[in-house]
């Protein structure tokens, strides 16, 4: 079954519920005059949701059952040419969003639902260059449209070898990285969602503290690590591992 909402020309049109189409069928928004000009909501369930987007055949997206082995669909194909606004809301349950590159819409929103103790996480692969901002709620991609999010307790990039950055808040941050080599890590704002993991960085992760007075962690791995701070560069390296952050003017502590 299909639950979702078409709005379009600034009315919200009837909801749609789809049922009984088969394994193999598939469902297509598609604009009367050609074109991409309306906004969809598709809803999950209130257990564990699976959202795909393929954007290698047309923006095609589809809901499976996650946390479980094999695909157990939810939904058929959903294919969206006429639609320039996508929202994907999870509703209860861990919900997993997965956007597999590029996507053609002018915005997309991943809504993961209710928070604790329910965790939801959005694995996401860049196209370009890209910044996590989290008080904005916001991934930046310099390669593709922009994802907002809401609900999301877990952020995995996979940056293709493109930069990543974290921009933290306005308020006193502590923010904490952790750099597993030179191209993975993790890194969060104390007491704000969600958890970053990037992997495949092509560049030393970028924090951007932002206002406030901010204050950078940045630590070591178990191994037995050199680690080395350059003021002047304003990076701290771990020689050992390899991993390197760079910070900018807008952190007061480190």
């Known amino acids: 079954a299909i639950r979702s909402r078409v709005l379009g020309s600034g009315a919200t049109l009837l909801p749609l519920d ?63 040419p006429g639609i320039s606004e996508l929202d994907l809301l999870g509703l209860d349950g861990d919900d997993v969003f997965n956007i597999d590159g590029p996507v053609s819409y002018s915005r997309l929103i991943v809504q993961g639902g209710s928070a604790s103790p329910f965790t939801d996480v959005l694995n996401y692969s860049a196209a370009g260059a890209i910044t996590v901002y989290v008080a904005a709620a916001t991934i930046e991609d310099a390669g593709a449209t922009d994802v907002d999010y809401t609900g999301i307790e877990e952020i995995n990039v996979d940056a ?9 808040t306005g308020d006193d941050d502590d923010i904490v990285v952790s750099p597993y080599d030179a191209t993975s890590g993790t890194a969060r704002v104390t007491g704000k969602s969600p958890v970053i993991n990037y992997d495949e960085a092509g560049a030393p992760l970028q924090v951007d503290a932002l206002g406030g007075q901010d204050h950078l962690t940045v630590n070591a791995t178990t191994a037995d690590d050199t680690v080395e701070v350059d003021g002047v560069a304003m990076t701290v390296t771990n020689a050992t591992a390899g991993g390197v952050v760079a910070y900018g003017a807008d952190t007061e502590a480190l």
């Open 160 to 168: 293709n070898g493109q930069a990543v950055g974290i921009a933290a």
């Open 18 to 80: 789809f049922t009984a189409l088969g394994a193999f069928g598939k469902v297509t928004f598609a604009g009367a005059a050609g074109g991409r000009s309306h906004r969809l909501e598709i809803f999950g369930t209130d257990v564990d949701d699976r959202f795909e987007i393929e954007t290698a055949t047309a923006d095609e997206v589809q809901i499976l059952r996650a946390n479980q082995s094999g695909n157990i669909f939810t939904t058929v194909d959903i294919q969206t």
